[in-house]
């Protein structure tokens, strides 16, 4: 007890010196750093420290660290293990499982405003089942994700109110039930933290509401009922000119609430039915930091590093949104400090697409190479293009049809806009029209197929129309890119990148027509279905001589991003003749490779893996319904961690220079990533398939199989941001592709081969995805 009391004692003189520093710093990540000082390395190779203990060995240590930090419980190799209790300088303490360093396990975090968090972490984060409480007397019990509220759980607000239901992203979404203090409760959908979608709205005094809901008020269609049996039906709105609506008498009293205006629902009604904000968090467990020993003889000597808690290392003093590397305390401190091969003569299998020999984990590799910077994609269409006057015929006629006066569609569309023969011709003379402006370019006719389907899809997409047309109308010319695809057909970019404008074929546009109402259907019941967004279908007719018909198909670009993509991978399942037909030399961030070029697993969080598998089964069966296939997922990655000697750095180590990228192009590290989870108006640029954290594991196949779709794992991973999606969904199985069948099945192994029925696809492209794809556990 007198040694205990000791440490204790010289603890709180450490952290009254600390919190005095701390004043006069104002900076608290400053202060959370100590200036690195290099200490004498020794060369010896003896596996024992200064105390004689061996490496590995775990055992009960006492640390008052150097800049004031407290640890007690168990020890291994210089970092907390298995169980112990840190506290920080400015309060925070954290007791519970550790695992190298890295709070792993179930365990309680406090904060110094009296805020706590109990339940399981993992790598530093909340995650899996916990409870918090805040400093406010808010609490939470359900499921975590990354620091965040995901998945089911109950939330007690500090004024009476709660919450039971689902959660994404630190937000209500999803089905819920929410209860004011005053007794009133909503049951239904939610999105974004606000009442979204389906549900019904009750009172206290036994009035109701069920209908449709945007940005917490009633809009759409929904009735309000009353205890006496009479109700009014009618489309909701706040504006007074777009409510409309019937009222219905109960039979025993005819006049009841003749008087009752539909807008006092609005004014009256809901007004203190307000959702209560959540409590923010100062600094997430996540961005705690512990003291380390740097030194790889693990002695107690040796001098302290600043380490977080999900096993990021700092160097020296420390700004905000410092670029954090990971060091994974599963690994060696010699293969940590390892640097990069130099001098090399030729970057043959730098970028790891063709190994054939399976390394052994622990045997120090090759590391990987980013893939070399490419021009910007495209060529400018200027005048003297053979395709200029085919840009601005398609301007013309997009500029055209979208400000076209069209009165406000709902949602729910007649079957007959999706006739096939629903299409508008306009001609487009030079000298101009009554409804079409004179232009420089030959005549020419203007096909719109089904305006109105494509009109709503944009805006279920919400898509603004003046953007939209800015985008691929405004003074920027399109960029045509370098060759054309497989099928033949031309791809252009608009200059924002936003969009992609596809020729295709006339059985494509049948195909499209006539799987229209299923598509529309689709993604009206799945907002996070990873099938293309098509915009618009048009077709341009020359009217000379040459008389050419040009269709077309606008869609969403998937890699539009502020990060590089760095690779790109066009997915299938199938072996025969997919490889990339380039040398490895000539290989750039904007090559799309194959099935055999794939040297990586992809690694998701467990809620997006599992809402990532049930909606690749919701696209394949809408696909197989439809008769399509020979679609693909076309996968982007963007590597977070690279040195600036274009070294792919695996997470859980560092950068061997301790810089970051050196071409200035945006990128997304841990440190961004925990500024990202603390501000929940940036949440809504993840979702499923767009700017998705992840993990990849590389992979490396084997000399003696020559089509091995999957390589073995290697244990060496990346973290990356990832964009997917289903393209090229135009093609059915027709003739052509029964007689592909038939004739390659001949030749090759009929499983091998793209060209199979539409069931055989969708069952092979399922099976080949879930096992490229997994949770990361």
């Not at 893939?371 to 053979?386: L, N, S, V």
């Not at 055209?400 to 006066?405: A, E, K, L, M, T």
Request: charged share 30%; net charge neutral.
């Amino acid at each position: 007890m007198n040694k205990e009391s000791g440490v204790l004692k010289a603890w709180e003189a450490t952290i009254r010196k600390t919190q005095a520093a701390k004043k006069r710093a104002n900076n608290f990540l400053g202060t959370m750093s100590v200036a690195h000082v290099d200490d004498d390395e020794d060369d010896s190779n003896d596996d024992k420290d200064s105390n004689g203990r061996h490496s590995g060995e775990i055992y009960h240590a006492e640390r008052v660290l150097p800049n004031g930090d407290y640890y007690t419980g168990q020890w291994c190799d210089n970092f907390p293990h298995e169980h112990g209790k840190y506290l920080w300088t400015d309060g925070c303490m954290y007791v519970g499982e550790w695992h190298r360093g890295k709070t792993m396990g179930k365990g309680r975090f406090s904060w110094p405003s009296g805020a706590t968090y109990e339940g399981e972490f993992k790598s530093g984060y909340m995650d899996g089942m916990g409870t918090y409480t805040g400093s406010n007397g808010d609490t939470y019990k359900g499921q975590w994700i990354m620091n965040l509220k995901h998945g089911n759980g109950v939330k007690n607000f500090a004024n009476g109110d709660w919450y039971e239901g689902e959660w994404r992203r630190g937000l209500q979404e999803g089905q819920g039930r929410y209860q004011w203090k005053n007794g009133n409760h909503y049951v239904g959908e939610w999105k974004n933290g606000e009442i979204c979608g389906k549900g019904t709205f009750v009172w206290t005094n036994g009035n109701r509401f069920e209908g449709y809901w945007e940005d917490g008020l009633p809009k759409g269609h929904g009735s309000f009922k009353w205890v006496d049996g009479s109700f009014y039906v009618g489309n909701w709105s706040k504006d007074p000119s777009e409510q409309n609506g019937t009222y219905y008498p109960p039979g025993s009293s005819p006049e009841a609430n003749l008087e009752w205006d539909p807008q006092d629902v609005y004014n009256v009604e809901l007004c203190d039915c307000k959702i209560c904000p959540g409590e923010k968090v100062s600094i997430l467990p996540s961005q705690k930091k512990l003291a380390v020993w740097r030194s790889t003889k693990s002695g107690d000597g040796a001098k302290p590093r600043r380490v977080s808690v999900d096993g990021r290392v700092s160097v020296g003093i420390e700004r905000p949104m410092d670029r954090m590397r990971i060091w994974d305390g599963d690994e060696s401190s010699d293969i940590v400090s390892r640097t990069p091969t130099e001098g090399r003569d030729s970057e043959d299998d730098t970028l790891g697409l063709h190994n054939d020999d399976v390394i052994p984990r622990g045997v120090p590799k090759i590391p990987l190479k980013v893939p070399r910077k490419a021009k910007r994609q495209g060529e400018t269409i200027c005048k003297g293009h053979k395709n200029y006057e085919l840009m601005l015929n398609l301007q013309l006629g997009i500029r055209h049809s979208v400000g076209r006066p069209a009165p406000a569609a709902s949602l729910d569309l007649k079957s007959s806009a999706f006739d096939p023969k629903e299409k508008v011709w306009t001609k487009f003379p030079p000298e101009g029209s009554k409804y079409t402006p004179p232009h420089q370019s030959c005549e020419f006719k203007w096909k719109d197929y089904c305006p109105l389907v494509f009109r709503t899809l944009r805006k279920l997409f919400n898509v603004d129309p003046a953007d939209y047309m800015i985008s691929i109308c405004g003074n920027d010319a399109l960029r045509e890119l370098s060759s054309p695809g497989k099928s033949g057909s031309f791809f252009y970019l608009t200059n924002d990148d936003r969009y992609m404008i596809k020729t295709i074929k006339k059985a494509e546009v049948k195909v499209l027509l006539r799987m229209l109402s299923a598509y529309y259907n689709h993604f009206r019941a799945f907002e996070n279905t990873l099938v293309t967004k098509f915009y618009g279908l048009h077709c341009v007719k020359l009217t000379g001589t040459i008389q050419k018909k040009v269709r077309f198909i606008i869609m969403g670009n998937l890699f539009r991003s502020d990060y590089t993509i760095h690779r790109r991978f066009d997915l299938k399942g199938s072996s025969l003749g997919r490889t990339t037909d380039k040398p490895e030399t000539e290989i750039d961030e904007t090559t799309i490779l194959k099935d055999l070029d794939l040297n990586f697993l992809f690694r998701l969080q467990k809620s997006w893996f599992q809402e990532f598998c049930r909606q690749i089964d919701r696209d394949c069966e809408f696909l197989e319904q439809e008769r399509i296939m020979d679609y693909s997922l076309l996968v982007g990655l963007h590597f977070r961690e690279i040195s600036t000697a274009g070294d792919l750095i695996p997470s859980g180590t560092q950068s061997p220079t301790g810089d970051s990228e050196g071409d200035g192009v945006p990128r997304l590290s841990r440190a961004d990533m925990d500024q990202l989870l603390l501000d929940p108006s940036r949440w809504a640029s993840i979702k499923l398939g767009l700017n998705m954290p992840a993990r990849v594991e590389k992979t490396i196949r084997r000399n003696d199989c020559e089509f091995q779709l999957i390589g073995e794992p290697t244990g060496e991973y990346y973290d990356v941001v990832m964009f997917f999606g289903i393209i090229d969904i135009l093609q059915d199985y027709d003739i052509s592709k029964k007689l592909e069948h038939v004739y390659k099945s001949i030749q090759y192994d009929p499983t091998s081969i793209s060209a199979v029925d539409p069931r055989q696809y969708s069952k092979r492209f399922r099976d080949f995805i879930f096992n490229i794809f997994t949770d990361d556990t």
